[in-house]
């Protein structure tokens, strides 16, 4: 009986040490609580038991209630869309307590991967991330069981800051055949330029977002982000978006504004590729243009060899050991960094409120904006520099307050509308912007604004400045005032 009891300890010690030094690509020290949880997670019904943390946003009309403008790129077959399709993945994330997450990845070549840092740590819902799978051509339900699965390494190769520079790359176990390593430009985007994203959106098939997906008119570029209005859901995090235009690299998606009403949505944010790349040795070497060879496009003679020196080609006749050509080299400059690239969000907000006490309008602006973000709502602050970036010239800051105060307006159903939103919306017009005078002209309309004849008087001259300006409907407007201040005399 004793021999048969020590048998069973010994044998259930063997099973443990077997059992923790199983699988160190995935689990590595994390012991067999972790490697349990990874077995759950495993086994939960092909990985279709998803919890997604990391709130994403539909920006646009819906065009589907889950997915908005976001399409399947199954039947794309050639051209930009199916090139970033064919590099594209879905990253399944095993959690401690055996739940579910996915992002997207983006093959950088064929063992390398970027994504999200965020999609490594724990989440309000579950735990850090204890093993990871890339999943590839994912396009058609029907196809999941039976896409080749990739094993990730936990530890990522380079990581950022979930807080400014969300980003990690990550690599795989084996390399995935057939996959060259990325090559694009990298730049910022412009206001309003159109662009492209695809991503796994909710851990299912892959789809394309283009129909309404631009960069913010106003502000595309705010510090370490760009702002854009592409649809997007949980699991869109890590996708890469890119320019319709050149296909340039703009940003790493990271995330969506959390206002439940559709309306009351901001511009999601991803994060400059200008600035990953500032960060990153590996996208720096992946991205950054090489000086061109001097000596390439050179048809050589026989005797004749070209060498490189500072910048020019030196061809040399070898028979005579003389240098008989000199070629200029035509440099390809780095790419362009326009902002500068703070340490963390505490450097950029305090160069942003020197910058903006200077006068400076895009300060003020930026400012608020980020203020809004950090802060989650509109604090006074926020509503100082929105103010002062107003008075500067930056008309969407006047219209912002406006409606700020319009709302506050509303919600406590004064008789009389509430003047600081009245006067907001008088300087936007006043600085010649259309959306502004039509606003204030409905205000006339609605009797929400009744002015005295006076008032008539001073609005009249406000319409006919914007109207100077170009403002066709300011125009006509003026016309109207000038005609009942006419039958009121």
């Avoid at 780095?334 to 950029?348: H, L, Q, S």
């Avoid at 010649?432 to 002015?451: A, Q, R, Y």
Wanted: charge should be negative; glycine fraction near 8%; aromatic fraction near 8%.
């Amino acid at each position: 009986m004793m021999k048969r009891l020590i048998e069973f300890f010994l044998s259930a010690i063997l099973s443990f040490i077997l059992t923790i030094s199983a699988e160190p690509s995935q689990a590595g020290f994390l012991g067999v609580f972790a490697k349990s949880d990874l077995e759950k997670c495993e086994d939960s019904q092909s990985f279709s038991e998803l919890k997604l943390g990391h709130h994403q946003a539909l920006t646009g009309p819906r065009q589907d209630k889950n997915f908005g403008q976001m399409e399947p790129v199954q039947n794309i077959l050639k051209g930009p869309i199916r090139k970033a399709a064919n590099r594209t993945g879905m990253l399944r994330i095993c959690r401690e307590g055996g739940e579910v997450d996915a992002c997207t990845a983006t093959l950088l070549n064929d063992h390398l991967l970027l994504t999200n840092a965020h999609c490594l740590e724990a989440t309000q819902r579950s735990g850090r991330a204890i093993g990871m799978y890339l999943f590839l051509g994912y396009e058609k339900y029907a196809d999941y069981s039976d896409r080749p699965r990739y094993d990730v390494r936990i530890e990522p190769v380079e990581i950022g800051s979930s807080k400014d520079l969300d980003y990690a790359i990550l690599e795989l176990e084996k390399p995935v055949p057939n996959i060259a390593p990325l090559k694009a430009s990298v730049r910022d985007p412009e206001a309003g330029e159109t662009m492209t994203i695809v991503s796994h959106a909710l851990g299912g098939i892959m789809r394309v977002t283009r129909g309404g997906c631009v960069a913010d008119a106003g502000r595309p570029v705010v510090g370490l982000n760009v702002l854009h209005w592409c649809d997007t859901r949980a699991g869109s995090s890590g996708a890469l978006g890119f320019a319709d235009e050149d296909r340039a690299l703009l940003f790493l998606h990271a995330s969506g504004d959390a206002a439940e009403d559709i309306r009351d949505r901001g511009p999601n944010q991803g994060i400059r590729m200008t600035a990953l790349l500032k960060q990153s040795d590996i996208l720096r070497q992946m991205f950054t243009p090489k000086p061109a060879d001097p000596c390439e496009d050179l048809k050589l003679g026989s005797g004749l060899s070209c060498e490189a020196i500072d910048g020019r080609a030196v061809v040399t006749n070898n028979l005579i050991l003389e240098p008989v050509i000199e070629a200029p080299v035509v440099q390809i400059e780095e790419p362009i960094i326009e902002a500068p690239i703070f340490v963390g969000i505490d450097e950029e907000i305090r160069f942003l409120r020197d910058n903006c006490d200077r006068g400076n309008a895009e300060a003020c602006s930026d400012l608020s904006t980020i203020l809004r973000f950090e802060e989650g709502g509109v604090g006074p602050e926020v509503i100082d520099a929105s103010d002062k970036s107003c008075h500067l010239g930056v008309v969407d800051e006047c219209t912002f307050l406006h409606f700020i105060f319009e709302d506050e307006w509303w919600k406590k159903s004064n008789e009389f509308y509430d003047e600081r939103a009245l006067d907001y919306i008088v300087i936007g017009c006043r600085k010649g912007d259309e959306f502004s005078c039509e606003k204030l002209w409905s205000l006339f309309e609605e009797n929400l604004v009744m002015p005295t004849r006076e008032e008539a008087i001073e609005f009249s001259g406000i319409f006919s400045s914007a109207c100077s300006q170009g403002e066709q409907f300011s125009c006509e407007v003026k016309s109207k005032l000038v005609a009942g201040i006419e039958a009121h005399k």
